[in-house]
């Protein structure tokens, strides 16, 4: 049986007071929550103050991206060792804002994932095709990529550790969500290169979370698909009562 997962990703999102006070009006919301891994990823500079609010509670912290080295010349960069100082048991890597705006490629996003891994985190690997690729019938090319790059070089233990997240670029933040079947399909697909690449069992075995415009009105729909283990959510994790509404979505 596959654990569902609950991320919220708050993205550039929330000072330290906010932030505050948003897990503390989500942690007895979710209390009770059980069979569900709830995550939250705040900005780097909170973590640290959220790790101590979320301390006893059934709220796992991840931060949003980490670099691949542990330590050295690389100003402005956040190791994965760092994170777990900070608290962080999951780290996001490879979202398309990522690969967009600052050049994150499927060759550093590997890097990030076995370093990430090597560390003892656990990784949220965000992959997904943009409009102009769907719309070029490359969908299941470009998703092929991205995992077998992305997870190269990760052993079948290793990969115990990793959660894929399956954004379509279309839908992140622009209140489109792919269908239930669009992404049945596409979670049945990366599910199977899962299997081509690993076994049936380790297929068997990884969540892979849906993204893009996930509200409390669409999650039931989204899961209840036989492929689909979870969500990444952005904009409707900021708020506490519609990140509790997708985090109860069984209710
Ligand atoms: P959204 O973002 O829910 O606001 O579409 C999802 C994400 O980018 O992870």
Request: glycine share 8%; hydrophobic share 40%; proline share 2%.
């Amino acid at each position: 049986m596959r654990k569902p997962v609950i991320a919220g990703n708050w993205k550039l999102y929330k000072t330290t007071s906010e932030a505050l006070e948003l897990v503390n009006e989500l942690i007895p919301l979710v209390k009770n929550a059980s069979g569900v891994e709830i995550v939250v990823a705040p900005v780097f500079t909170v973590l640290s103050t959220v790790n101590t609010a979320l301390k006893g509670t059934n709220i796992n912290l991840a931060a949003q991206d980490c670099f691949w080295d542990e330590q050295g010349a690389y100003t402005g960069e956040v190791s994965s060792t760092m994170l777990l100082d900070a608290g962080c048991s999951h780290v996001i890597i490879g979202h398309s804002e990522r690969r967009q705006f600052f050049g994150e490629t499927d060759e550093t996003v590997n890097k990030k994932n076995k370093a990430a891994l090597r560390a003892g985190l656990t990784i949220l690997f965000c992959i997904g095709e943009t409009l102009h690729e769907r719309e070029e019938n490359q969908t299941f090319t470009v998703l092929e990529r991205q995992i077998t790059d992305g997870i190269t070089g990760i052993t079948k233990d290793e990969l115990k550790n990793v959660i894929i997240a399956y954004e379509p670029v279309w839908a992140i933040g622009t209140g489109k969500t792919a269908t239930d079947d669009q992404a049945q399909e596409a979670h049945k697909f990366i599910r199977g290169v899962v299997a081509k690449l690993y076994d049936s069992e380790s297929a068997e075995n990884i969540r892979i979370l849906y993204g893009g415009s996930v509200k409390p009105e669409n999650v039931k729909g989204l899961m209840a698909q036989k492929d689909i283990d979870g969500a990444l959510v952005g904009g409707a994790s900021l708020k506490a009562d519609s990140f509790a509404h997708i985090v109860r979505f069984s209710e």
